[in-house]
């Protein structure tokens, strides 16, 4: 079971570094778990959520541990 005191919610396309990183930051100074929901298309998801959790370890974020990456689906 995971167990966290403070946690957020962060949802968005995560493809710009620019914009994510100091956004990340900012959430990781406040909670101790974050929630990055990925909006994405099924086709892009893998690639998207590999370069991601590539970028944030190399932040020192451990999936699982930090963070975990769901995706938003827009498709009927």
Do not use: H
């Amino acid at each position: 079971m995971l167990k966290f005191k403070t946690g957020i919610v962060l949802e968005g396309s995560f493809t710009d570094r620019d914009i994510w990183k100091p956004m990340l930051d900012q959430a990781f100074e406040q909670s101790e778990f974050a929630t990055l929901i990925l909006q994405s298309s099924i086709g892009d998801y893998e690639a998207v959520c590999y370069r991601l959790t590539a970028d944030l370890a190399d932040e020192g974020f451990m999936y699982g541990r930090d963070y975990v990456i769901a995706r938003k689906s827009n498709e009927s």
